[in-house]
Structure formats: C-alpha cells, structure tokens
C-alpha cells in the first residue's frame, strides 16, 4: 500500500490481481484491472499522475491516476516483484524472478537489461540522485548499477537471500537485510561499512528522514534501531510474531512497525512504544505514513486496508491515564519519574 505525493489518494495490490486506488478517508476511486496474476508491488510516480504495478503474470503495467490503463510492459520470463521510479520519474526499474532488473522509459519503452544476479532479485532502488541504482537478489548479493545499467559492484557479505536493499537519504551509504538474520552497511561504491545482526530473518530495513538512525525488522519479533555507522540504539520488543515491515514517519519522530500478530505498533523514534493498532485478522504485511504522518495505512492478509488517524499527543495522554495509578502507587519509582506526564500539552 502507498500513498500518493500528495497524500490525496492511496493505492493498494492485492493478490485478486487488481490494484485498488482510494481517497485519503477511504472512499474507492478506481479498481484497475488488467493483471492475470498477484500484484506484488504498486507505486506512484513522484509527480503523482501515474502508477506503475508489478505482477506475479511477468509484467509491469501503468495506469493514469485515474486508473487508466497506459501500458503493458513485457519482457520478464517471471515474476515481478518489485518496481520504482528515478527520483525525477524519467524512467522505471522493475526486479524479476528471472533474475533481472529491467529500466523503462515513464511511458514504458524498454532501455536496458542489467544482468548479472544468478537467482532471483527482489528489491531494487535508486540512489537520491537517481544516478546509481542498487538490486538485492536471492544469490546472496547486493549489485550496484549506473542509471543506465552500467555494472558498478557486487556486493558480498551475506550468506542467505538478500530480501531488501535501501539508500540513505543523503545517498553516501546503503543499507541491506538478509535472511542471514544480519543487517549490512555499506558505502555508496559498495565497500563494507558495518555488520548488525537479528537472531533470525531480517525482513526489512528503513533509514531516518534525516539518516542519522535506521531500523531493521525481523523474524525475531523485534524491531531493532541502529545509528547510522551501525551502533546499536535500541531493541523493540512487543509482537508476538515476526516483524515483517517498518517504516519512519516523514518528520522521524515515530515509527511504525506490522507483524503477523495481526498487528501495527507505534514508536517513539528511540524505541519508547506509544500503541498497539489492532484491527486487523492476518498478516499485516505492509505499513506506511501519510506524507504529512498525521495518518497511517497498513495492508493484511484479510484482504483490507485500514487507516488509522492519530495524534501523538493524544496516545501519550491515553498511555499517562492508563499508567496513573502505577505512577502515583510503585514504591520502586524515583520521585521525578512520578511527574512523567504532568507536563504533557493540552
């Protein structure tokens, strides 16, 4: 699930093959039909007047905003994981099953063929310039490429799949979480940086809007936090089954975090929960922020999405209120820590 730029609409893939596009109150807009099997992916393009979805049918498709279909874009022998758009929306890369990543033109004409992963890639992203982009694929690797499809580096370190690769936000490091149960730093031109480790599958990996701090999620349960250069910042603990994805609000003071608990837990940027967000009757697979954070979207496998409206302030009262007693009562508190929530704003 995904916002778009702007925040006006939402679009999800389902895998009834059809991407859905909806208001930001949930209104339906659109049900964009067209692919004969799974919709892994769907994203925006960063001007927000087009869509591109990937497809467990070999393609890629665009779509108007509208839900307008634009084109179809053939030439993966299998499944198409993953797709995104060059910061400046000129072009698209999708990563394949075949072992490929392929780069398009926005209207789908076909560029380049970057070959050189050995199994299958799942993840690909551009670098914040869109100069570089980074594949992650289940030979273990991670390869950097030019924006053309020139081969840059191979990236080597992991011994299991590769199942997400992503930049900083100033593009100087990446970072990468294998199935290996570690989280991989690296610099720009590939060279190691920094090792970390879950005690089992890391799934996802998220820097800070500002890059100073990255989160991890795993199997494990837990949500980990790490500084830039990889130093450990803090283990978030509290779902009761794997982690599957974690994502920063845009100003970084919170962070959002979906499990197969049927869960969303909600953060403080170090690591201090603020709510559980139940709802939900699976898998919760996918969680992101509004472009303003003052609303969140997750995507289960009981076939919905939900939003979610909140307010920081008001979840820290509701907490303050519910741990009262506990403040006023626990003879083992220090005396300042019993006025916690008194100066909380109205």
Do not use: M
């Not at 030019?146 to 936000?169: C, K, M, N």
Request: hydrophobic share 35%.
């Amino acid at each position: 699930v995904t916002y778009s730029p702007d925040g006006s609409t939402l679009a999800s893939a389902s895998e009834d093959n059809t991407v859905r596009v909806w208001q930001k109150d949930g209104t339906p807009i659109a049900t964009l039909e067209g692919h004969s099997g799974t919709v892994n992916a769907v994203t925006y393009s960063p001007d927000g007047r087009t869509l591109a979805s990937a497809s467990h049918d070999d393609t890629v498709r665009l779509w108007q905003k509208d839900g307008t279909p634009i084109a179809t874009l053939e030439g993966h022998s299998g499944t198409v994981w993953a797709v995104t758009y060059s910061p400046d929306g000129s072009t698209l890369a999708s990563a394949s099953y075949d072992g490929t990543v392929r780069l398009w033109q926005a209207d789908g004409t076909p560029l380049a063929i970057l070959e050189g992963h050995s199994e299958r890639v799942y993840s690909v992203t551009y670098s914040p310039d869109g100069s570089t982009l980074a594949s992650a694929s289940e030979d273990n690797t991670v390869r950097l490429w030019q924006a053309d499809g020139t081969p840059i580096a191979t990236l080597e370190g992991h011994s299991a799949r590769v199942f997400e690769v992503s930049y900083s936000p100033d593009g100087s490091t990446l970072a990468s979480a294998g199935w290996d149960g570690t989280v991989r730093l690296w610099q720009a031109d590939g060279t190691p940086l920094a090792t970390q480790g879950h005690s089992d599958v890391a799934t996802a990996v998220s820097y800070s809007p500002d890059g100073s701090t990255l989160a991890s999620a795993s199997y494990d349960r837990t949500v980990r936090l790490w500084q830039a250069d990889g130093t450990p910042i803090a283990i978030l603990e509290g779902h009761s089954e794997a982690v599957i994805a974690v994502s920063y609000s845009p100003d970084g003071s919170t962070l959002a975090s979906a499990s197969e608990d049927n869960t969303v837990r909600l953060w403080q940027a170090d690591g201090t929960p603020i709510a559980t967000l139940d709802g939900h009757f699976g898998t919760v697979t996918a969680v992101t922020y509004g472009p303003d954070g003052s609303t969140l979207a997750s995507a289960s496998k009981d076939n919905t999405v939900r939003l979610w409206e909140w307010d920081l302030n008001k979840l820290v009262a509701h907490g303050c209120d519910w741990l009262g007693d506990y403040f006023r009562t626990n003879q083992t508190l220090d005396e300042s820590d019993r006025t916690l929530c008194e100066d909380l704003p109205e």
